[in-house]
């Protein structure tokens, strides 16, 4: 080994050495550069999980805000309303909005509140000058809406007798109807009628929409529950008629059928002749009337002449104009006919009530549909027809031994179409439910597809039909 050598290797060692003991500027920099990288690793990681947490947080918060549904009900605030004349007072989340309403709907009066878990206006669809409803028109209603109406429809100044109605009252006793019409309103409506002591014709409907959530439901439930009626003072009446002079023979201010087949009554418009009782010769059928009782009394009757004698039916109270006799129908081809009566006429809608013979005790009967398609009970029995701008239509007519009743409802461009199916039984008009069917299409093929509702007057179409 040359000396040179033995010099060099003693060098580098004696450079590695001093490295050891003091490394050099680019050693230590690369040390500290990761190191950094290792801190600034860090510092990220700690930040993003914080901006998960904070996310996870908004998220839920999210998801309880639209589980709620904007209610303030769950955090215990509440107003409380009371009618104006003192009969009933309701409480309800403070979030929500009322709408209290007094008016007259025809020859009665109407008034009560509206209750609802969104802004929105409640109007009536405009049935011309001719006619009116109670009815809501609720088209434009967020399907996130819940309603709660308390009314009264007072037609009749009458003091419900017992059994009355216990308080809370709970939603789950209520009926579940269909609205026909149904002017936009979800469906069905629940339906809950009051019997009180302090006044009659009381009720609360109910409407959920197809996306209300759980908790406003809920919150529903205890609006009905929270309902309670007062002492009764000056509640709103119907306009009072002039006292009329006394009808021959008066019973309770009408007549009994016993007492207008006495009477002697003279016929209101046309009569009709047909077999009505099966005995295969011609029976007339008359409208007739109690010229002495007031409008808003049973003042009509249905007179039918056949070969045994004279049998009469009770009509009922008319709202609006005279009933009118729309003839003799053979709406089921393997059973005796039917008699139509047109009982409230009007300018946008009919409304029509079926009677047919009873052959023991030889009698006219109503024909009950079942079931009852409105809630009112006057109403629940009668088949309607007719149109109204912008809210929909709805037509009567006889389709291979049924009654089909066509309803339809526009939204925009396109008209949403129900057709429900009744077979008559007895006295009775039953739905057959499973033949149901529904459709929507574009406004400009609906009255091409669905005649029937093409223009008013065209009830009973396909009905094997005797007019007067």
């Known amino acids: ?53 904070f996310a996870g947080s908004i998220a839920y918060a999210a998801v309880e805000l639209h589980g709620r549904q904007g209610s303030v009900g769950d955090s215990g605030v509440w107003r409380e309303f009371a009618d104006p004349n003192g009969a009933w007072t309701l409480r309800f989340p403070a979030g929500w909005d009322i709408q209290p309403f007094t008016e007259r709907v025809g020859h009665a009066g109407f008034q009560g509140a509206v209750v609802s878990s969104v802004d929105f206006h409640f109007q009536h669809p405009d049935l011309g000058s001719r006619s009116a409803t109670s009815a809501w028109n609720m088209h434009g209603l967020p399907q996130d809406a819940v309603v709660v109406q308390l009314h009264q429809l007072n037609t009749l100044a009458m003091t419900p007798r017992p059994p009355y109605s216990r308080f809370p009252l709970r939603l789950e006793d209520s009926e579940r109807v269909h609205d026909r019409p149904a002017y936009g309103a979800p469906q069905p409506r629940l339906f809950l ?38 002492e009764p003072s000056s509640l709103p009446s119907p306009a009072p008629s002039p006292k009329p002079s006394q009808s021959p023979l008066p019973s309770g201010g009408y007549l009994t059928v016993a007492q207008a087949q006495k009477a002697g009554l003279p016929p209101s418009g046309d009569s009709v002749r047909g077999d009505i009782d099966g005995d295969g010769v011609d029976d ?36 609006l104009d005279p009933p009118v006799l729309i003839g003799i129908a053979t709406l089921d081809p393997g059973v005796a006919p039917q008699v139509i009566v047109n009982v409230t006429p009007g300018a946008s809608y009919d409304f029509f009530a079926l009677f047919t013979w009873r052959s023991a005790p030889g009698r006219l009967v109503p ?19 007719g149109a109204s701008v912008g809210t929909g ?21 396109t008209v949403s179409v129900t ?17 149901t069917d529904h459709v929507r299409l574009p406004y400009r093929d609906f009255l091409r597809r669905f005649p029937v509702l093409a223009a008013q007057g065209q009830a009973f179409t396909h009905c094997r039909l005797i007019g007067p």
Not at 286 to 298: G, Y
Request: proline share 7%; glycine share 6%; aromatic share 6%.
């Open 1 to 53: 080994m040359r000396t040179d050598d033995r010099d060099e290797r003693l060098s580098q060692a004696l450079d590695l050495a001093v490295q050891r003991i003091a490394p050099s500027v680019e050693t230590r920099l690369r040390g500290i550069r990761r190191a950094g990288s290792r801190r600034r690793f860090l510092h990220l990681a700690a930040l993003a999980t914080m901006v998960m947490v």
């Open 193 to 230: 009628p009051i019997r009180v002591p302090t006044g009659s014709g009381y009720a609360v409907s109910v409407w959920f929409g197809h996306d209300a959530s759980p908790s406003n439901r809920s919150l529903a439930a205890r609006v009905v529950a929270s309902i309670r009626f007062h």
């Open 284 to 319: 007339t059928v008359t409208l007739v009337r109690d010229p002495r009782a007031r409008p808003i009394d049973c003042q009509y009757f249905l007179r039918a002449s056949t070969a045994n004698g004279l049998a009469l039916a009770h009509l009922g109270p008319v709202v």
């Open 367 to 385: 024909v009950a549909l079942k079931p009852p398609i409105i809630g009112p009970p006057r109403w629940q029995s009668l088949l309607s027809s």
């Open 393 to 413: 239509a709805e037509g009567v007519s006889c389709e291979n031994g049924f009654v089909l009743v066509t309803n339809a409802s526009r939204q925009g461009a």
């Open 419 to 435: 057709r429900d199916f009744y077979r008559l039984e007895g006295s009775r008009l039953m739905l057959q439910p499973r033949m």
